[in-house]
């Protein structure tokens, strides 16, 4: 479906854009591929690697509408990968945060319909699931957005959907390039947060290919879940350093135990499929019924239980030492 289309990833010179951009060119033919991001240097860096004639290269940031207005031109899918998400940097900059995560949210939309975009996936994250910390707290807000986006548009074409999962192994910030290079420093021990800790596990190209996938499953007012493994942190050291001791450091500003990607206030809205949940809207779009409980490509869910959670700390699958080490070598 995105043979000769026109692809828009914000926040494109990041971990996700840069591997959605390589599986983009290595499996269809784009008409164009936007990397739409603030850091000249990223851009300038991916352009060494990505030089197709089909990438094209947009210095700009979502709070400014205007930009992504012109960026948006003759777009037919875009995907917001923009955000600010580094958990302690947010909450002792929260202003910044609310512009890029809310504001830019509301940009988006508004860029998107202006230009009738026909597909818009935001990027969500486990943390906007019950969430303690303001990054969780604005992806959330985010998340209401986009699905309220849905009753936006009128007659026009454009259609919003979100994806929600965990960690992504290796991904720049997260734990796994910290205890690398610690490792390769000659560090004795590892940081560990709690020894309790848990998280969902997730590879960079297995996120790439559910958004793939979610493209095509869209009705428009999802929140797609894939069903992924969790681990527990102290396994994750195992994995990296197996003789290091581990150090508990206490839990970080904003951090929770578990992370949570349904919860179960939400049990009523979600329905299960074969590899995935979705979360239907709360709310109802005007002069519009849609069967969430079959989806474009004629896969059918059905309701969870009642209280139902997905749950990092209680998933029925959990990696071992030796599952951590296989899913990172094939990351």
């Not at 739409?36 to 300038?44: F, H, M, P, T, V």
């Not at 003759?74 to 990968?81: F, G, N, Q, R, T």
Request: aromatic letters at 10%; proline letters at 5%.
């Amino acid at each position: 479906m995105f043979d000769n289309k026109s692809i828009l990833i914000t926040g494109g010179t990041g971990s996700f854009g840069h591997k959605y951009t390589k599986t983009l060119l290595e499996r269809y033919k784009p008409k164009r591929i936007i990397i739409l991001s603030r850091d000249e240097l990223k851009q300038y860096e991916m352009q060494q690697i990505f030089n197709d004639s089909c990438m094209r290269y947009f210095i700009g940031d979502v709070r400014d509408v205007d930009r992504l207005k012109q960026a948006f031109k003759d777009v037919d899918y875009v995907i917001h990968a923009a955000a600010m998400k580094q958990v302690p940097a947010a909450e002792y900059n929260p202003m910044e945060c609310i512009k890029t995560n809310i504001n830019g949210a509301e940009n988006v939309i508004r860029a998107a319909i202006s230009n009738n975009v026909e597909k818009v996936i935001a990027l969500s994250t486990d943390k906007a699931a019950s969430p303690i910390n303001l990054y969780g707290a604005t992806k959330l807000a985010s998340d209401k957005l986009f699905t309220a986006a849905n009753n936006m548009v009128g007659n026009a074409r454009t259609r919003f959907a979100a994806v929600r999962y965990g960690n992504v192994v290796g991904s720049r910030g997260s734990v796994v390039p910290l205890f690398k290079k610690l490792i390769a420093q000659g560090a004795t021990e590892l940081p560990i947060t709690h020894p309790d800790m848990t998280r969902f596990w997730i590879t960079l190209q297995e996120g790439v290919d559910f958004v793939l996938k979610n493209f095509e499953r869209m009705q428009g007012g999802e929140i797609f879940i894939p069903k992924i493994p969790s681990i527990k942190i102290t396994d994750l050291a195992k994995a990296y350093g197996p003789e290091l001791e581990q150090k508990i450091i206490g839990i970080r500003p904003g951090e929770k135990m578990h992370e949570i990607m349904a919860p179960e206030d939400d049990s009523h809205h979600n329905i299960e499929f074969d590899d995935h949940f979705v979360i239907t809207p709360s709310i109802k779009f005007f002069g519009e019924e849609i069967n969430y409980y079959r989806n474009r490509l004629n896969e059918n869910g059905k309701l969870v239980e009642p209280g139902f959670e997905y749950h990092s700390g209680s998933n029925p699958e959990f990696l071992s030492v030796e599952q951590i080490i296989e899913l990172d070598a094939k990351a």
